[in-house]
């Protein structure tokens, strides 16, 4: 039952951030997507939030709440990989900018796979980064998707119009269904960690990374959500390719999981919460 469950997991996954790039780039243009990125302050501030802020924050909490060595460096594993294929149907939902938030997504993908390598054999002494295993599948599961996207609705407007809110809904029910197998896949994992510390630091990590980037996205409430939610959510990708490959002792990998799965479980009814505000305003 547990390998139907996974397989379906995988399937989900892979539906959800194939449809969910392919629905903004059938809705965007290039333009929209890099103008955004022209504000060098805001560009700068993201910078800083994800790959100075959030580290030294995972070390804090580190300080104030001793996890044991491998829930430690799952912790760091997460605080030093961005860009996350979740973060355009977070600031969907959260009626952000959309365009900021699919270029803040890959501008960030595209650093930490830059970043990581050098980075982590200096905080974790003996990790070996590939940088080809990280780009990988990132490339192919995002990037290609959405070029194809915003090839379509740069050549073939009409096509564009009727397949966006195909995709667009698509993405969102397999999103639905990929938190409901994380939850059920991972329940005993989440067990195993209760009474670790590990639940509160990473609550105490998604929380405060999101208030800190919030505050610095300011001061349009759209790019203030979007570098909040970005920010927030990590890249469970290029932890979990890291962890798997460094480490044998399974609790760093548990650790980034149950992250994940917080994290879908925070940020959502954040985002909903941002997003009807927004509507209302």
Known sequence: MTIILEAFANLAILTFVITSMLAMGLSLTTKQII?????????VKALLANFVLVPLLAYLILLVIPLAEPLAIGLILLATAAGAPFLPKLVQTAKGNIAFGVGLMVLLMVVTIIYLPLVLPLILPGVAVNPMDIAGSLVVLMLIPLAIGLFINARYDDTASSLQPVMSQTSTISLILLSVLMLVLNFKNIISVIGT??????IIFIVVSFVLAFFLGGPGRDTKSVL?????????????VVGSQNFDDPNVVIMVVVAGVLTLFILMPIAGEIGKRSQAT
């Open 35 to 43: 103008e955004p990125l022209r504000n060098v302050r805001l560009v």
């Open 197 to 202: 510390g590990a639940i509160i630091a990473i």
């Open 228 to 240: 909040g939610l970005g920010t927030a959510q990590r890249n469970l990708s290029a932890a979990l």
